[in-house]
């Protein structure tokens, strides 16, 4: 949000000020979410839904453009690095939303 006009140049992106930018609100939509509700699940799946996007985005300019494939690279590598951190975390809070009656008790058998 902060850069969207040069981050879209070096990308290769032609029209990629109005989409940078709303990526960028849409992770901020998701962290208000994550950091104010108290379900927290749904804000979580978002961000893996935006990774997803992003993801899909750089491989997009990557093959519309193969002379910015290396400026890809590097956007490409850290979304994947939080990509699987947040799918856990999603799964995770996802788990915890089971209502008390559906879960199952582990007990120790003595």
């Given at each position: ?5 040069p ?5 290769g ?5 109005p989409i940078l930018?709303?990526?960028?609100a849409r992770e ?9 509700i ?8 978002s ?6 996007l992003?993801?899909?985005s ?5 093959i519309?453009?193969?002379?910015k494939?290396?400026n ?5 590598a850290?979304?994947?690095?939080v ?6 975390c ?5 788990g915890?939303n089971i ?8 007990t120790?058998?003595?």
């Amino acid at each position: 949000m902060l850069a969207p006009k040069p981050m879209a140049k070096w990308l290769g992106m032609r029209h990629g000020v109005p989409i940078l930018t709303a990526y960028g609100a849409r992770e901020v939509a998701s962290g208000v979410g994550i950091l104010t509700i108290g379900n927290k699940a749904p804000a979580m799946w978002s961000r893996v839904a935006g990774d997803a996007l992003d993801i899909a985005s750089l491989v997009s300019v990557a093959i519309e453009r193969p002379s910015k494939w290396r400026n890809t690279t590097l956007p490409l590598a850290a979304v994947a690095g939080v990509t699987a951190p947040d799918i856990a975390c999603a799964v995770a809070l996802s788990g915890r939303n089971i209502p008390a009656r559906r879960r199952t008790r582990i007990t120790r058998g003595d």
